[in-house]
């Protein structure tokens, strides 16, 4: 028998849900985004997700996302970057920062104990569901479905955006294959302008961005992998204390993977992000105009997964 469960609970006085198993335990916020602002390992104690300084919320609807908390993880949806669309039958509708569904409550509850949270849009017809649940002991995972409630296609760019915490040393563990890396932003320009194409993991002969840097560093980037992923795959891991977090996608549906790594450069925090997501660069706008959209059909679905699991490799 497993030990797994889902509770209501207060969190720094915001209604939350807290779900555990013997090995995790993670707490998340309705009416925040569905942000999550805590993932544990339950049975170490060990806080994967970043927590900056300042208190929980937002600015509202459609505010810039530099305004919010700055911790924990949220999702980005329909879009990363600000954008205004350019396509037919879309033409001329702005999209927020960051997208629209992390500043908007969502709606969660418990069905056939799994958390189900779902949200619409504003200035797109869909409505965004995800399933959490523990499949084992030491794995969570989420089930995605976005639903185009119009009749139109409707493309998309959702990306996942856990803030992890770091420390200098750590490792970020991609799939072997990946060699190069498009550039979205570079604090200073270190790595050039968006779209620079440079080589995994050492762009420059005195980086590696592999390995997470000091706070002091004051750098932050924002890059993709170029191409298509040999595996949906990615791993932090910390080599001090042998603690290993992996996630796992489907490459078919999650095509494309992302890392944020801001070691002070940008608002002084400090963290970084494993960001699997279904198009490229950031900008729906233009990944749709470069066929790196994922796509709705007119009231269609579009499914995908994200599964997290822990180990420790110093025990094994």
């Known amino acids: ?155 998309f760019l959702w990306a996942a955006h856990p803030l992890f915490q770091v420390e200098a040393g750590m490792e970020i563990i991609v799939p072997a294959r990946l060699e190069r890396i498009a550039v979205s932003y570079s604090h200073n320009r270190r790595l050039g302008d968006k779209g620079t194409l440079l080589p995994w993991p050492r762009p420059l002969p005195d980086i590696s961005l592999n390995i997470a840097e000091a706070a002091e560093a004051e750098t932050a980037e924002k890059f993709y992998f170029d191409g298509p992923l040999p595996d949906g795959r990615a791993s932090l891991y910390d080599p001090a204390s042998g603690e290993m977090l992996t996630m796992t996608f489907p490459k078919e549906q999650v095509p494309y993977l992302a890392v944020w790594a801001n070691y002070g450069g940008y608002l002084n925090q400090y963290h970084v992000a494993l960001e699997p997501a279904t198009g490229f660069l950031d900008d729906a706008s233009a990944a749709w105009d470069e066929s790196e959209t994922s796509v709705i059909p007119g009231y269609g679905r579009y499914e995908w997964y994200l599964e997290f699991e822990l180990e420790n490799k110093q025990s094994q």
């Open 1 to 155: 028998m497993t030990s797994m469960y889902w509770e209501k609970v207060m969190f720094e006085g915001c209604e939350a849900w807290r779900g555990r198993s013997s090995m995790l335990e993670l707490t998340l916020i309705p009416s925040l985004g569905s942000k999550v602002v805590s993932l544990k390992d339950a049975a170490a104690g060990r806080e994967w997700l970043s927590r900056t300084t300042l208190p929980l919320g937002n600015a509202g609807y459609a505010s810039s996302f530099a305004e919010a908390d700055g911790s924990g993880w949220d999702e980005m949806f329909p879009t990363v970057d600000a954008c205004r669309l350019r396509q037919s039958p879309w033409a001329g509708i702005e999209l927020p920062d960051h997208g629209e569904v992390w500043s908007l409550a969502w709606e969660c509850g418990l069905r056939d104990d799994r958390l189900h949270c779902e949200v619409e849009g504003r200035r797109l017809p869909y409505r965004l569901e995800k399933t959490y649940s523990f499949t084992e002991e030491g794995r969570l995972r989420i089930d995605y479905i976005a639903h185009n409630l119009g009749a139109e296609p409707l493309p």
